[in-house]
Nanobody
Framework: QVQLVESGGGLVQAGGSLRLSCTAS????????MAWYRQAPGKQRELVAA???????NYVDSVKGRFTISRDNAKDTVYLQMSSLKPEDTAVYYC???????????????WGQGTQVTVSS
């Protein structure tokens, strides 16, 4: 069983910064793409940023230039550095990973439990 454990959320003033971390644990062959999603109250979950195993990244337009996604493959960890935070960034942030299983041929998608980010104005 694979688990994704997130940390780093909290309360910050507008203009501030936070760094989220998400570490995968359990038995698996490797991790393909990893991503961060967010869901604000009353809104659908949206993709914030994603990164491939090779390091290619993509971002939703609203966070470009402010957020940076990165990963440490040796630690099975993905990060989201968030800067110049705005009240509209307030949401529960979820880690997502596409994990290749020990048999190599199967891949499953996993979610973390979510971490709250609140940006005050």
């Amino acid at each position: 069983q694979v688990q994704l454990v997130e940390s780093g959320g909290g309360l910050v003033q507008a203009g501030g910064s936070l760094r989220l971390s998400c570490t995968a644990s359990g038995s698996f062959f490797s991790i393909n793409a990893m991503a961060w999603y967010r869901q604000a109250p009353g809104k659908q979950r949206e993709l914030v940023a994603a990164i491939t195993s090779g390091g290619s990244t993509n971002y939703v337009d609203s966070v470009k230039g402010r957020f940076t996604i990165s990963r440490d493959n040796a630690k099975d960890t993905v990060y989201l550095q968030m800067s110049s935070l705005k009240p509209e960034d307030t949401a529960v942030y979820y880690c997502n990973a596409d994990v290749r299983q020990l048999n190599y041929y199967s891949t499953y998608n996993y979610w973390g439990q979510g971490t709250q980010v609140t940006v005050s104005s």
